[in-house]
């Protein structure tokens, strides 16, 4: 359910991010058929990605394992819970830690957010702050 918040509060940043000039890509790392799924059903309007040997990740350095659930993922889940947000059956690896970054041009990252725990999410505005200037 937490992947779900975030991907849901990205969404709705959608129209500010493309005004910059920018996309939005979601990458996740269960299977082809996993990431369609979720695509249909949470992210219709953006470009879902698999990245099941979680390569990515670990490029990345996004954390992996137990360490992903903390107390404050309780708080998470309450926050997103109370939000609509609802678990499903768990697809791709539970114990992989996400972030958010904010690419180019060129092989520039603007923008780097790994996720301490789960369903820590970077504050959108700091994310559309990152995004090529208002036009």
């Known amino acids: 359910m937490l992947c779900r918040e975030q991907v849901a509060q ?3 940043a959608l129209p500010g991010i493309r005004a910059r000039g920018a996309g939005l890509i979601v990458v996740g790392n269960g299977t082809p058929a996993m990431a369609a799924a979720f695509q249909r059903e949470w992210a ?3 470009a879902v990605f698999t990245d ?4 990515a990740y670990r490029a990345l350095g996004l954390g992996h394992g137990l360490t992903t659930f903390s107390w404050s ?3 998470s ?3 997103a819970w109370r939000g609509g947000f609802r678990q499903g059956r768990t697809q791709g690896d539970p114990w992989q830690q996400g972030g958010v970054f904010v690419l180019g041009p060129g092989a520039t990252t603007r923008y ?3 996720s301490r725990v789960s369903g820590d999410h970077p504050d959108v505005a700091e994310v559309l702050a990152a995004v090529a200037p208002t036009l």
């Open 44 to 46: 219709p309007d953006l």
């Open 73 to 75: 993922t309780l708080v």
């Open 10 to 12: 990205l969404r709705d």
């Open 52 to 55: 099941p040997g979680r390569e």
């Open 77 to 79: 889940a309450r926050r």
């Open 112 to 114: 780097a957010y790994v």
